[in-house]
């Protein structure tokens, strides 16, 4: 029997799209998530920025492998950022 995919462009992995028209998470919801005030939050982004990585919260990749450094932070594996008080706020 003869292989029907043989030779036909667009057969195997396929580039995916990973930018959304619409953030996929907010300011307000990563300091939910890790139950900590919206400025915070605000300057753990603007460290991770400033260490030279990207956050796009419109780019599905950028925003996981933030959430992986946020995790690493909480578990201990990272250092506190330096100069940010870390507030947790009242529940």
């Known amino acids: 029997m003869e292989n029907v995919l043989e030779g036909k462009a667009g057969v195997g992995k396929q580039h995916h799209k990973t930018r959304s028209k619409r953030k996929i998470i907010i300011y307000q919801e990563w300091a939910d998530r890790f139950n900590v005030s919206l400025l915070t939050m605000r300057a753990y982004i603007a460290k991770y920025i400033a260490s030279g990585k990207v956050y796009d919260p419109y780019d599905i990749q950028s925003v996981l492998d933030f959430n992986d450094y ?15 008080k870390d507030t947790q706020r009242a529940a």
Not at 70 to 84: D, Y
């Open 70 to 84: 946020l995790l690493k932070i909480k578990q201990g594996k990272i250092n506190k950022l330096s100069g940010i």
